[in-house]
Every structure is written in structure tokens, then in C-alpha cells.
């Protein structure tokens, strides 16, 4: 009869599997396709510079502009894109460095080492990721920053601030910025003077970058902690070198 459907319930099953499946299989290339344009694109910046245009990203790529264009909005979709290759890199180097952490100082300065590496890898690579291309791009750089902090400094000042009575979970947060803003001007300094015959190395400047933030801010961080567990501070009292760093904590 003329408008009755002849599909069994199975054969319906069986095409609406097929189709699933196709779907998958083009989700799959779209996302390998995606994450090569993603390396080339890297490996493009590190050798061309910054400023390198999406034509010349598409040629390397052995494509168009216009097929790019399908995996990303603009050149700012392609940063963050960059960008967050570049910090699922850096969390594997630091997964690796906290695990040998013997302490938070360590940690400290394991994050302060990776991030400065990760500078002087490419830093071609650390100005295409951090810095916008126009006022209208499809997204904020500040992305970058803000993954770094979630990754790195936030958990770190949350466990040095875990047992604190008077300190709250968004001084943490505070801190991480801050942190991340701290290292990020003394990484981009390093960049355009570390060719001066006073500059630094990097193991250099991580140990003094370390050092700084170690005897300031983390130091508020841990003053705090050890208030709230110390019962003469609750008393009022001020415990003899409660708030004074060992010569070692200054170091």
C-alpha cells in the first residue's frame, strides 16, 4: 500500500548503525586531520616566526587557506588550537617533575623550569600563543595564561594553603595569576636580554625567580598555614620565628 513503510524494526537498527558509523569515521578523520594541521602549523611558527601568515601555515600543510579555514574559525582559532598543544606538553613535563618533587620548593621551581623551557624552546612558538593578531579574533589569548595557572600554580598553592583556617580558596586562585603573570614578565624579559653579557641562563634565573616568589607570596601562603595549626597564634601570641624564613627558605 502507497504510504506504508515496508522497513522491518531491524533493518531500521541496521541503517541507523551504519550511519553512526560513518559519522564516527568522518569525526575521527576531521580530528586527525585537525591535530596535523595543529603540529604543522607549530612546526611552521618555529621555523617562519610569529607572524607567519595562514597562507604559508596552508602550504607547509599541503593544502589551501580556505581548507584550514574549515578546521578553525581564524588565525586566533589556530592559536588556541597551538596553545593548547603546547600546554598538554607542558603537563606531561610536569606530571614527570612532580613526581620528583621532593618539596614544595621543588614543585615550585619545577614549574617555574618548565614554563621557562617551554620559552626557550621556541620562542617563536611562546609569542604566537600568547599574543592576539587583531581586536576581532574569534577568542581571548589570555586562555594560554589561564590554562597554565589551572594546570600548575592553583594546585600548587591550594596544598601549601590546604590546612589554613584564616586563608580561603580564592587566595589560591590569586596567587596563581599572580604567579603565572610573575614568571611570564621575567620569561619575556629574559627573552629580549638573554644575549646581554649580564643576563642569566635559565637555570639561573629559575632559581631566582624561585627564590623571589618563594620568600614573597609564598611565604604569606605558608605563614598562614602554620597560624592556623600553631595554638599560641590562636591565643594571640606570635611564635618565634612564625613569620621569618630560615636562611635556607631565603637562599
Given amino acids: ?39 604543522v602549523a607549530r612546526r611552521t611558527v618555529h621555523r617562519t616566526g610569529p607572524d607567519v601568515s595562514m597562507e ?5 600543510a599541503g593544502t589551501s587557506k580556505s581548507i584550514v579555514y574549515r578546521y578553525f574559525v581564524d588565525k586566533t582559532g589556530l592559536q588556541v588550537a597551538v596553545g593548547e598543544a ?19 620548593r621543588d614543585g615550585l621551581r619545577a614549574m617555574i623550569d618548565v614554563y621557562l623551557e ?30 597554565v595557572a589551572d594546570m600548575v600554580a592553583r594546585p600548587f598553592a591550594r596544598i601549601l594553603t590546604a590546612d589554613a583556617a584564616t586563608t580561603i580558596p580564592a587566595e ?19 627573552l629580549s636580554h638573554r644575549d646581554g653579557p649580564d643576563a642569566p641562563t635559565r637555570a639561573e634565573l629559575t ?12 611565604s604569606v601562603l605558608a605563614r598562614a598555614r602554620t597560624d592556623s595549626t600553631d595554638p599560641r597564634v590562636a591565643d594571640g601570641a606570635h611564635p618565634t620565628g612564625s613569620t621569618d624564613l630560615t636562611a635556607e627558605e631565603q637562599s
Avoid: C
Fill in 172 to 190: 589560591a586562585d590569586v596567587w596563581a595569576a599572580g604567579a603565572v603573570g610573575f614568571v611570564r614578565g621575567s620569561g619575556e624579559w629574559w
Fill in 1 to 39: 500500500m502507497l504510504g506504508v513503510r515496508t522497513d522491518s524494526p531491524v533493518e531500521e537498527v541496521l541503517a541507523q548503525d551504519v550511519a553512526d558509523g560513518r559519522s564516527r569515521r568522518w569525526d575521527d578523520h576531521r580530528a586527525a586531520r585537525r591535530s596535523e594541521l595543529v603540529k
Fill in 118 to 147: 617551554m620559552v626557550e624552546a621556541s620562542p617563536n612558538v611562546y609569542w604566537f600563543v600568547t599574543r592576539p593578531t587583531s581586536e576581532d579574533a574569534s577568542a581571548p589569548l589570555g586562555h594560554f595564561l589561564d590554562a
Fill in 86 to 104: 603546547v600546554v598538554a606538553q607542558m603537563h606531561a613535563a610536569l606530571d614527570e617533575a612532580a613526581r620528583t618533587a621532593a618539596t614544595p
Fill in 56 to 60: 604559508e601555515i596552508a602550504a607547509a
Fill in 207 to 218: 632559581e631566582r625567580v624561585t627564590a623571589w616568589l618563594w620568600a614573597g607570596p609564598v
